[in-house]
Protein backbone atom coordinates (compact mmCIF):
# COMPACT_ATOMS: atom_id res chain seq x y z
CA UNK A 1 0.00 0.00 0.00
CA UNK A 2 1.13 2.98 -1.22
CA UNK A 3 1.95 5.75 1.69
CA UNK A 4 0.46 8.50 0.20
CA UNK A 5 -2.71 6.45 0.29
CA UNK A 6 -2.68 6.44 3.90
CA UNK A 7 -1.99 10.19 3.83
CA UNK A 8 -5.05 11.28 1.85
CA UNK A 9 -8.12 12.64 3.98
CA UNK A 10 -10.90 14.03 3.64
CA UNK A 11 -12.33 16.86 5.69
CA UNK A 12 -14.94 14.53 7.97
CA UNK A 13 -14.97 14.79 11.46
CA UNK A 14 -12.73 12.93 13.26
CA UNK A 15 -14.20 9.76 15.20
CA UNK A 16 -14.98 10.42 18.76
CA UNK A 17 -11.97 9.21 21.07
CA UNK A 18 -9.34 9.32 18.09
CA UNK A 19 -6.81 12.02 16.42
CA UNK A 20 -7.45 10.07 13.02
CA UNK A 21 -9.08 11.15 10.38
CA UNK A 22 -11.01 9.47 8.26
CA UNK A 23 -9.69 8.43 4.83
CA UNK A 24 -10.70 10.07 1.86
CA UNK A 25 -10.45 7.12 -0.47
CA UNK A 26 -10.77 2.91 1.20
CA UNK A 27 -7.21 1.31 2.24
CA UNK A 28 -6.82 -1.74 0.85
CA UNK A 29 -8.05 -3.63 -2.48
CA UNK A 30 -12.13 -3.41 -2.50
CA UNK A 31 -11.97 -5.67 -5.68
CA UNK A 32 -12.47 -9.30 -5.85
CA UNK A 33 -11.20 -11.41 -9.38
CA UNK A 34 -14.42 -13.56 -9.20
CA UNK A 35 -16.94 -11.24 -7.69
CA UNK A 36 -20.53 -12.02 -7.76
CA UNK A 37 -21.65 -8.56 -6.63
CA UNK A 38 -19.99 -5.44 -7.37
CA UNK A 39 -20.59 -2.43 -5.44
CA UNK A 40 -19.33 1.27 -6.55
CA UNK A 41 -19.97 4.38 -5.20
CA UNK A 42 -22.79 3.28 -3.19
CA UNK A 43 -24.68 5.93 -0.97
CA UNK A 44 -27.54 5.38 1.05
CA UNK A 45 -29.75 8.30 2.61
CA UNK A 46 -32.52 8.38 5.42
CA UNK A 47 -34.27 11.54 4.57
CA UNK A 48 -31.56 14.05 4.67
CA UNK A 49 -29.22 11.99 6.67
CA UNK A 50 -26.71 10.07 4.63
CA UNK A 51 -25.77 6.46 6.66
CA UNK A 52 -23.37 5.27 4.26
CA UNK A 53 -21.07 7.37 1.95
CA UNK A 54 -19.37 6.54 -1.44
CA UNK A 55 -18.52 2.71 -0.73
CA UNK A 56 -17.10 0.85 -3.61
CA UNK A 57 -16.45 -3.24 -2.53
CA UNK A 58 -16.49 -6.19 -4.22
CA UNK A 59 -18.06 -9.60 -2.39
CA UNK A 60 -16.18 -12.68 -4.59
CA UNK A 61 -17.72 -16.16 -4.92
CA UNK A 62 -17.58 -18.53 -2.32
CA UNK A 63 -16.36 -16.21 0.59
CA UNK A 64 -17.12 -15.43 3.61
CA UNK A 65 -16.87 -11.48 4.34
CA UNK A 66 -17.34 -9.77 7.13
CA UNK A 67 -18.04 -6.26 7.84
CA UNK A 68 -17.64 -4.77 10.92
CA UNK A 69 -17.33 -1.75 12.90
CA UNK A 70 -18.64 0.47 15.41
CA UNK A 71 -23.15 0.85 16.43
CA UNK A 72 -24.34 2.95 13.81
CA UNK A 73 -21.14 2.88 10.98
CA UNK A 74 -23.42 1.87 8.38
CA UNK A 75 -22.62 -1.79 7.70
CA UNK A 76 -26.23 -2.79 8.42
CA UNK A 77 -27.51 -0.03 6.31
CA UNK A 78 -25.10 -1.58 3.11
CA UNK A 79 -25.86 -5.35 3.61
CA UNK A 80 -29.56 -3.87 3.42
CA UNK A 81 -28.39 -2.69 -0.13
CA UNK A 82 -27.66 -6.01 -1.58
CA UNK A 83 -31.18 -7.14 -1.61
CA UNK A 84 -32.40 -3.84 -1.70
CA UNK A 85 -34.27 -4.37 1.84
CA UNK A 86 -33.89 -0.85 2.19
CA UNK A 87 -36.80 -0.75 -0.58
CA UNK A 88 -39.08 -1.46 2.76
CA UNK A 89 -38.34 1.83 4.33
CA UNK A 90 -39.97 4.58 2.60
CA UNK A 91 -37.49 7.85 3.83
CA UNK A 92 -34.23 5.53 2.37
CA UNK A 93 -32.81 6.58 -0.88
CA UNK A 94 -29.68 4.56 -2.30
CA UNK A 95 -27.71 5.69 -5.16
CA UNK A 96 -24.40 4.45 -6.87
CA UNK A 97 -24.12 0.83 -8.72
CA UNK A 98 -24.72 -2.25 -7.70
CA UNK A 99 -24.47 -5.58 -9.79
CA UNK A 100 -24.89 -9.30 -9.15
CA UNK A 101 -23.47 -11.48 -12.34
CA UNK A 102 -23.21 -7.98 -13.91
CA UNK A 103 -26.89 -7.44 -13.50
CA UNK A 104 -28.08 -3.87 -12.15
CA UNK A 105 -29.81 -5.05 -8.93
CA UNK A 106 -31.77 -1.72 -8.89
CA UNK A 107 -32.96 -1.73 -12.87
CA UNK A 108 -36.46 -0.72 -12.29
CA UNK A 109 -37.29 -4.11 -14.51
CA UNK A 110 -36.10 -6.37 -12.25
CA UNK A 111 -38.17 -8.68 -9.85
CA UNK A 112 -37.08 -7.67 -6.26
CA UNK A 113 -38.68 -11.02 -5.50
CA UNK A 114 -36.43 -13.16 -7.98
CA UNK A 115 -33.42 -10.70 -6.14
CA UNK A 116 -34.28 -11.82 -2.75
CA UNK A 117 -34.42 -15.67 -4.19
CA UNK A 118 -30.82 -14.82 -5.12
CA UNK A 119 -29.46 -12.93 -2.28
CA UNK A 120 -31.02 -14.52 0.73
CA UNK A 121 -30.94 -12.51 4.27
CA UNK A 122 -30.60 -14.13 7.80
CA UNK A 123 -32.00 -11.75 10.04
CA UNK A 124 -30.16 -10.71 13.66
CA UNK A 125 -33.24 -12.12 15.69
CA UNK A 126 -34.34 -15.59 14.15
CA UNK A 127 -37.64 -14.82 12.57
CA UNK A 128 -39.50 -18.49 11.54
CA UNK A 129 -42.92 -18.01 10.20
CA UNK A 130 -45.72 -18.77 12.15
CA UNK A 131 -46.07 -22.61 10.40
CA UNK A 132 -44.40 -25.66 10.61
CA UNK A 133 -41.03 -26.59 10.68
CA UNK A 134 -41.71 -28.07 7.10
CA UNK A 135 -43.97 -25.22 5.40
CA UNK A 136 -40.78 -22.78 6.84
CA UNK A 137 -38.76 -24.25 4.45
CA UNK A 138 -41.45 -25.20 2.01
CA UNK A 139 -42.50 -21.98 1.28
CA UNK A 140 -40.00 -20.42 -0.91
CA UNK A 141 -39.32 -23.45 -2.98
CA UNK A 142 -43.14 -23.70 -3.23
CA UNK A 143 -43.99 -19.89 -4.28
CA UNK A 144 -40.86 -20.03 -7.05
CA UNK A 145 -42.26 -23.37 -8.44
CA UNK A 146 -39.40 -24.90 -8.01
CA UNK A 147 -40.83 -28.47 -7.04
CA UNK A 148 -42.59 -30.71 -9.88
CA UNK A 149 -44.77 -32.59 -7.01
CA UNK A 150 -44.82 -33.08 -3.41
CA UNK A 151 -42.02 -36.21 -3.35
CA UNK A 152 -39.63 -32.99 -5.29
CA UNK A 153 -40.63 -30.53 -2.63
CA UNK A 154 -39.57 -33.04 0.19
CA UNK A 155 -36.62 -33.68 -1.31
CA UNK A 156 -36.09 -29.98 -1.16
CA UNK A 157 -37.03 -29.32 2.25
CA UNK A 158 -34.92 -32.01 3.80
CA UNK A 159 -31.78 -31.32 1.85
CA UNK A 160 -31.69 -27.84 3.01
CA UNK A 161 -32.55 -28.87 6.63
CA UNK A 162 -29.79 -31.26 6.51
CA UNK A 163 -27.05 -28.25 5.14
CA UNK A 164 -27.88 -25.77 7.88
CA UNK A 165 -27.52 -28.87 10.26
CA UNK A 166 -31.03 -29.68 11.89
CA UNK A 167 -32.87 -32.48 9.89
CA UNK A 168 -31.92 -34.61 12.56
CA UNK A 169 -33.03 -32.62 15.12
CA UNK A 170 -36.12 -32.13 13.64
CA UNK A 171 -37.13 -35.21 11.23
CA UNK A 172 -39.64 -36.67 13.86
CA UNK A 173 -41.43 -33.47 14.14
CA UNK A 174 -41.41 -31.71 10.82
CA UNK A 175 -45.22 -30.84 11.49
CA UNK A 176 -44.77 -29.00 14.50
CA UNK A 177 -44.28 -25.25 14.66
CA UNK A 178 -41.32 -23.21 13.72
CA UNK A 179 -41.83 -21.01 16.43
CA UNK A 180 -41.61 -24.13 19.47
CA UNK A 181 -37.66 -24.86 18.59
CA UNK A 182 -35.03 -23.07 20.85
CA UNK A 183 -33.28 -19.93 19.82
CA UNK A 184 -30.21 -20.90 17.76
CA UNK A 185 -32.20 -23.81 16.05
CA UNK A 186 -34.53 -21.10 14.94
CA UNK A 187 -31.70 -19.35 13.69
CA UNK A 188 -30.64 -22.47 12.02
CA UNK A 189 -34.23 -23.24 10.36
CA UNK A 190 -34.05 -19.36 8.98
CA UNK A 191 -30.83 -20.42 7.30
CA UNK A 192 -32.41 -23.80 5.69
CA UNK A 193 -35.26 -21.50 4.38
CA UNK A 194 -33.03 -19.09 3.46
CA UNK A 195 -31.13 -21.18 1.04
CA UNK A 196 -33.62 -23.43 0.13
CA UNK A 197 -34.45 -21.35 -3.09
CA UNK A 198 -31.06 -21.94 -4.39
CA UNK A 199 -29.09 -18.43 -3.99
CA UNK A 200 -26.48 -17.08 -4.54
CA UNK A 201 -25.35 -14.92 -2.08
CA UNK A 202 -26.71 -15.18 1.79
CA UNK A 203 -26.87 -12.11 3.45
CA UNK A 204 -26.46 -12.37 7.71
CA UNK A 205 -26.79 -9.68 10.29
CA UNK A 206 -25.45 -10.18 13.31
CA UNK A 207 -26.68 -13.95 13.13
CA UNK A 208 -25.41 -14.71 16.62
CA UNK A 209 -26.20 -12.00 18.57
CA UNK A 210 -29.37 -13.51 20.19
CA UNK A 211 -27.82 -16.88 20.63
CA UNK A 212 -25.46 -18.50 23.68
CA UNK A 213 -21.93 -19.45 23.01
CA UNK A 214 -22.85 -23.30 21.93
CA UNK A 215 -25.41 -22.50 19.12
CA UNK A 216 -22.84 -19.53 17.79
CA UNK A 217 -20.26 -22.05 17.75
CA UNK A 218 -23.32 -24.29 15.52
CA UNK A 219 -24.00 -21.16 13.48
CA UNK A 220 -20.09 -20.57 12.75
CA UNK A 221 -19.80 -24.11 11.75
CA UNK A 222 -22.55 -24.40 9.42
CA UNK A 223 -20.82 -21.06 7.80
CA UNK A 224 -18.00 -22.56 7.48
CA UNK A 225 -19.61 -25.66 5.65
CA UNK A 226 -21.97 -23.16 4.01
CA UNK A 227 -19.39 -21.16 2.07
CA UNK A 228 -18.31 -24.33 -0.09
CA UNK A 229 -21.71 -23.95 -1.83
CA UNK A 230 -22.69 -19.91 -1.16
CA UNK A 231 -21.03 -16.01 -1.56
CA UNK A 232 -21.85 -15.25 2.23
CA UNK A 233 -21.65 -11.73 3.80
CA UNK A 234 -22.21 -11.17 7.58
CA UNK A 235 -22.22 -7.88 9.74
CA UNK A 236 -20.69 -8.67 12.91
CA UNK A 237 -19.93 -7.00 16.31
CA UNK A 238 -17.77 -9.77 17.61
CA UNK A 239 -14.32 -9.28 16.22
CA UNK A 240 -13.57 -12.91 17.13
CA UNK A 241 -16.32 -13.99 15.26
CA UNK A 242 -14.98 -12.20 12.36
CA UNK A 243 -11.93 -13.53 12.33
CA UNK A 244 -13.09 -17.45 12.84
CA UNK A 245 -15.35 -17.03 9.99
CA UNK A 246 -14.03 -14.82 7.44
CA UNK A 247 -11.60 -14.19 4.29
CA UNK A 248 -12.11 -11.17 3.91
CA UNK A 249 -13.18 -8.25 6.31
CA UNK A 250 -13.83 -4.75 5.60
CA UNK A 251 -13.85 -1.96 8.35
CA UNK A 252 -16.71 0.40 8.84
CA UNK A 253 -16.99 3.78 10.23
CA UNK A 254 -19.26 6.75 10.53
CA UNK A 255 -20.83 5.55 7.18
CA UNK A 256 -17.40 5.02 5.35
CA UNK A 257 -15.74 1.90 4.29
CA UNK A 258 -12.26 3.02 6.08
CA UNK A 259 -10.37 -0.15 5.32
CA UNK A 260 -10.94 -3.57 3.37
CA UNK A 261 -8.43 -6.85 2.89
CA UNK A 262 -7.44 -10.35 4.19
CA UNK A 263 -9.01 -11.29 7.51
CA UNK A 264 -5.44 -12.19 8.39
CA UNK A 265 -4.26 -8.69 7.64
CA UNK A 266 -7.26 -6.90 9.25
CA UNK A 267 -6.65 -8.22 12.56
CA UNK A 268 -2.89 -8.51 12.27
CA UNK A 269 -1.41 -5.70 10.30
CA UNK A 270 -4.36 -3.17 9.86
CA UNK A 271 -3.06 -0.03 7.41
CA UNK A 272 -5.13 2.76 8.83
CA UNK A 273 -5.25 4.20 12.23
CA UNK A 274 -8.99 3.80 13.09
CA UNK A 275 -8.90 0.63 11.81
CA UNK A 276 -6.22 -0.45 14.37
CA UNK A 277 -8.15 1.38 17.82
CA UNK A 278 -11.45 -0.19 16.51
CA UNK A 279 -9.43 -3.42 16.56
CA UNK A 280 -7.42 -2.84 19.68
CA UNK A 281 -10.80 -1.80 21.57
CA UNK A 282 -9.47 1.50 21.66
CA UNK A 283 -12.35 3.00 20.75
CA UNK A 284 -16.17 1.82 19.52
Known amino acids: MPAEANR??????????????????TIGDYTHPDAVMSCRNVDVYYGDKQAVMDVSLDIGRNEVISMIGPSGCGKSTFLR????????IDIARVTGDITLDGENIYDKRLD??????????VFQKPNPFPKSIFENVAYGPRIHGMARDKTDLEEIVHESLERAGLLKEVKDRMD?????????????????????????????????????PIATARIEDLIDELKQKYTIAIVTHSMQQAARVSQRTAYFH??????????DHIFTNPTHKLTEDYITGRFG
Not at 8 to 25: H, L, N, Y
Request: with cysteine; hydrophobic share 35%.
Open 8 to 25: AVSERPRPEGTTEAVPGK
Open 112 to 121: VVQLRARVGM
Open 81 to 88: CLNRMNDT
Open 254 to 263: LGILVEVGTT
Open 176 to 212: QPGTGLSGGQQQRLCIARAIAVNPEVVLMDEPCSALD
